[in-house]
């Protein structure tokens, strides 16, 4: 529980943090029912030496594959001697991944089964079992020798190949047995080269909108984290509570709710669409991003029974990394630098005469000092900028890199610009930020939501 977020985001294990990795999807024409056996048999083997390999290792303990190919490898090889060889080589990976995390889950207690159950299988495939054929044909070696299969491209697949993306060697299939196609999972890769940013985009994630602040020009990006976080949290806890009471604790009609509630969740793109709109406009400008450090986990061990506003505060903060997980991995795919800084006091203090901002309730505030009005979010997004800069009033006097059009600009100073509230509908259609700019200033007016109705 609370990592419902990270399911598609977290790392994989022993990533290169240099290296970019993405999978994509490609089907295969439908294979005629003779060729296609031949793939249900290539399963059904491959799948029994998971099995087993997965219930010595859980029983040994065994998480390292070397050392688990070392035990197994002649074994396994006689028992299925048509087998390409390199298949006991790919199960042994698979088998050593599930049974890492399944150990993990154990001693955290999460499990009480001695080893874990296969259900789901892909068949992986290294770069002797599986070669690509130009680009709309691969190979497969199987027990029947080299099977042939045309593959559907996709535009998205084109993309990776046109713009400087490596084919892996590795793949991996799933069979489609009602449509007897495979699903074939392409990894492709490309190393991060990060540019010296001349600037930043300062990024403040917020319960109803991310702020961005670029160039002088603050956005607030309407999202709806809220609705969606808490009432995801909510229905997770009604299903639990509903099949707690009626059937035994890992009852099989829950989980399927739950498996098809995460999944729901997962597919919810706001966090993508956030993440690549900034990170385009930032690359545009050669500009890293600045985000806020909200510190390691803060979804984990997370108890039902404390009190529920810090309850939610740990799901909000759950939420806002996950958006910014999505930026950072968007971030990668361009080049851009990322950088975070500590949110202590953002939005507390004016960001020009380094003071506290009295807010009395409301999203707007007015500095103590010089009186003027500061859209919380926006003083946050300043002071993130300021401490990327070094800027932050503790180390530096002066905000060095800020130019005269840079310049902290609180509301009402000047047009009605520096404040554009979008909401979802529009922005998530946006290529880009400027073109916000006509469109949106008419409906603005009108629905400013940060600008006192006197200005
Ligand atoms: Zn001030």
């Known amino acids: ?20 990795t993405r999978t994509v999807i490609v089907r295969s024409e439908r294979i005629p029912k003779k060729l ?6 290539l399963e059904g083997m ?31 090889r006689n028992l299925y001697p048509h087998l390409p060889s390199h298949y006991v080589h790919t199960a042994c ?83 489609d047995r009602k449509e007897r196609r495979l699903i074939i999972y392409l990894i492709f890769r490309r190393n991060v080269r990060l540019y010296k940013p001349s600037g930043y985009v300062a990024i403040d994630v917020n319960e109803n909108n991310v702020a961005v602040l670029i160039n002088g020009k603050a956005y607030l990006l309407e999202t709806n984290i809220e609705r969606i976080t808490l009432g995801y949290y909510y229905r997770r806890k009604r299903v639990q509570k509903k099949y707690d009471k009626i059937c035994s604790a890992g009852c099989r009609m829950k989980r399927k709710i739950l498996r098809k509630l ?8 706001t966090r993508w669409k956030v993440a690549n709109i900034i990170v385009r406009e930032a690359s545009k400008h050669g500009y890293g991003v600045v985000l806020e450090d909200l510190g390691d986990k ?9 009190k529920d506003d810090q309850l939610r505060h740990r799901i909000f903060q759950a939420a806002f990394k996950g958006i910014q997980r999505a930026i950072e991995e968007k971030a990668k795919e361009h080049d851009v630098p990322v950088i975070y800084v500590s949110p202590r ?19 707007i505030g007015v500095c103590s000092a010089g009186k003027e009005k500061w859209h919380r979010d926006v003083a946050a997004c300043y002071n993130l900028l300021l401490k990327a800069l070094g800027g ?45 700019m006509n469109k949106v200033i008419g409906m603005n007016i009108q629905g400013q939501t940060a600008r006192g109705s006197q200005d």
């Open 1 to 20: 529980m609370g990592c419902f977020l990270q399911a598609s985001l977290a790392p994989t294990d022993g990533e290169d943090a240099s290296i970019v």
């Open 36 to 41: 296609f056996r031949f793939f249900i048999e």
């Open 46 to 76: 491959y799948r029994n030496i998971v099995e087993q390999l997965v219930i010595y290792s859980a029983r040994e303990k065994i998480t390292s594959f070397i050392k688990l190919k070392a035990l197994k490898y002649r074994e396994t």
């Open 93 to 175: 990976q698979d088998a050593s991944t599930r049974v890492k995390s399944f150990l993990k889950l154990k001693k955290e207690g999460s499990t009480k089964k001695e080893y874990p159950s296969v259900r789901r299988i892909s068949i992986w495939l290294d770069d002797h079992l599986c070669r690509l054929d130009g680009l709309t044909r691969i190979g497969i070696s199987t027990h029947r020798g080299w099977i042939h299969v045309d593959l559907i491209p996709h535009k998205q697949f084109y993309k990776y190949i046109n713009s400087g993306w490596r084919l892996a060697s590795e793949a991996r299939i799933k069979l």
């Open 262 to 269: 995460r999944e729901e969740e997962r597919k919810d793109d």
């Open 298 to 306: 803060p979804a984990e061990n997370m108890i039902s029974r404390i």
């Open 345 to 363: 006091n953002t939005s507390k203090q004016c960001p020009m005469h380094r003071v506290e901002i009295r807010y009395n309730g409301s999203r």
């Open 392 to 436: 932050d009033g503790s180390t530096a006097p002066s905000h060095p890199g800020l130019t005269l059009d840079g310049s902290p600009m609180p509301l009402g100073s000047t047009a009605a610009h520096d404040l554009t509230g979008i909401p979802r509908s529009l922005w998530a259609r946006l290529k880009s930020l400027d073109m916000t």
